[in-house]
């Protein structure tokens, strides 16, 4: 599918999952690379960036736990030149087709004001992407809140599987994005004397959005690994616990058994046995072995 947004000049083209006909249309209107056109066929494991004298040429992956609609891994393809920006998914992104809409509504009512060049395209775009990135972060934060309530609330078990929900996505978001600080390092190095010096601010703004991000997902990672800590602390002190009462509860009973045991043998004597009242004599001296054995946890301040 193909789209095409133009205003003031510049123009910007939207391609998902293009075929070779729309890569080819392409080549023949902006003079792209036949090498770099055949890689907007296919996605690509990794982010990279490709300076040439007409364009440069971006690959950035975007995480997209809630809101993708085929992988949790969204790659976008960016050409930008001087007058054109070209970019090639092979999703539905919705921070890009929010982005097209205002983009779209602004030009008709001409009141778009994105600047003398597609850099500026491109950075609006990719703030666009950084800030729908927070947003997985913050619902990831949000889960967190929900297991920090849980977990005081005898849920501990429970938390465990949750918790480790949490742990995946973030360590996803920070994985995916972790390769964006080589590539926007180079862009921002490389991008002025592409753009002019005085689009250098805005790389740095762009450096500065990712980093922002990235901090966000390091400080919920370290928000998880106390929880997870705690989560873990309680569990043990709840299983110490039960291990403690079944331990007294097997003391209590083992003098119990061996005294029904010793008046349980088949022998031709017993003591007490055959007395009057010999049930209840017997009854009295489990009675008061158990207490003293009560009396015993409770100086030893086990109980």
Do not use: C
Request: no cysteine; proline share 4%.
């Amino acid at each position: 599918m193909r789209s095409r947004y133009e205003h003031n000049g510049l123009v910007w083209i939207d391609l998902e999952s293009p075929s070779r006909e729309e890569v080819q249309d392409i080549i023949n209107e902006f003079g792209i690379q036949p090498l770099v056109a055949e890689e907007l066929l296919l996605p690509t494991t990794k982010p990279r960036v490709e300076i040439t004298p007409d364009y440069m040429y971006l690959v950035l992956h975007f995480p997209a736990l809630r809101h993708s609609h085929k992988t949790k891994e969204q790659e976008i393809d960016f050409i930008i030149g001087q007058r054109y920006l070209i970019t090639t998914r092979y999703d539905t992104i919705d921070p890009i087709h929010k982005f097209s809409k205002i983009f779209e509504v602004n030009s008709i009512l001409d009141k778009s004001n994105v600047g003398e060049h597609a850099g500026y395209l491109f950075f609006y775009m990719l703030k666009k992407l950084y800030k729908a990135v927070e947003h997985e972060v913050e619902y990831v934060r949000h889960d967190l809140t929900i297991v920090e309530d849980h977990i005081f609330t005898g849920h501990e078990v429970d938390m465990v599987a949750a918790i480790s929900r949490s742990a995946r996505d973030l360590l996803n978001l920070r994985q995916t994005i972790e390769p964006h600080r080589e590539t926007l390092r180079e862009l921002e190095a490389a991008g002025p004397r592409f753009f002019g010096h005085d689009f250098h601010p805005y790389l740095k703004a762009l450096s500065n959005e990712y980093y922002r991000v990235h901090n966000h997902i390091s400080r919920h990672t370290e928000s998880l690994h106390e929880l997870r800590e705690t989560n873990n602390s309680l569990l043990s002190t709840k299983q110490n616990e039960a291990m403690r009462i079944l331990t007294i509860m097997a003391f209590v009973t083992f003098p119990l058994s061996l005294i029904a045991s010793i008046f349980g043998m088949n022998t031709s004597w017993l003591p007490i046995v055959g007395m009057t009242n010999d049930f209840w004599y017997v009854t009295a001296i489990m009675a008061a072995a158990a207490l003293a054995m009560f009396i015993f946890f409770k100086r030893k301040k086990w109980l």
